[in-house]
């Protein structure tokens, strides 16, 4: 199971869970899921259903969505409503005896609350994913944020094995450098840089090629 995380919301890690999807199914199955998700008015729209598009197959599934474009566990305040972990490893548990591989993304940055007493890094670890990937957007700001996600994930514990920046909307004087920075604030490898584009495009890129063998060897740190 791959686990995506990012530094923050809005970041584009739908984007990549779509293109990580797309190059997977090229040779196996692959499911995509979101079981937490805010800011939700028609599941049409949503970020899971975009997954649930780029998935081998649809899986039933029950998940936490909320109307309100808050964090989860203030929209689900609003709605009188708890997330509930156990749940959602459970729904992963039951989907990943059903295809090759499940790419579960998480809401919102890696330590966003779930509850008052629960973040997604919580989450992470409970889920025990064979790889979790933080995503970054490849701009100004992402080396204090890597930074900062990985040494709070070292805390935890939670072991995240690699990174993946994003092209960001607009491309400032710090995007295409940071990949080379990014060693300098920590020690979690950067496994693809990736430009703009749909996410069948990226999925057929060198780059997408290389972090889906890199996860399908179990080897994101070289190992």
Do not use: C, Y
Not at 64 to 71: E, G, K, N, R, Y
């Amino acid at each position: 199971m791959i686990l995506i995380g990012g530094t923050g919301t809005s970041i584009g890690k739908t984007h990549f869970a779509e293109a990580l999807l797309h190059a997977w199914r090229q040779a196996a199955s692959a499911v995509g899921l979101k079981p937490v998700e805010s800011g939700v008015v028609h599941f049409a729209g949503s970020d899971a259903a975009r997954l649930a598009a780029a998935s081998s197959f649809h899986v039933k599934h029950s998940a936490f969505v909320f109307a309100a474009p808050l964090s989860p566990h203030l929209a689900a305040r609003d709605e009188g409503a708890e997330i509930h972990p156990d749940a959602i490893v459970e729904l992963v548990r039951d989907v990943r005896t059903q295809a090759d591989a499940v790419v579960v993304e998480l809401a919102g940055g890696l330590f966003s609350p779930l509850t008052n007493a629960l973040s997604n890094a919580d989450l992470a670890v409970r889920l025990a994913p064979d790889t979790l990937l933080l995503v970054a957007p490849d701009r100004l700001g992402v080396l204090h944020d890597v930074a900062a996600t990985t040494r709070a994930a070292s805390t935890v514990p939670l072991r995240i094995d690699g990174i993946v920046l994003l092209a960001p909307e607009h491309a400032d004087p710090s995007t295409g450098r940071n990949a080379g920075e990014l060693p300098h604030v920590t020690t979690v490898p950067v496994l693809g840089v990736l430009p703009r584009g749909a996410p069948t495009e990226l999925a057929r890129l060198p780059a997408m090629g290389r972090i889906v063998k890199a996860i399908a060897e179990g080897r994101p740190r070289g190992r």
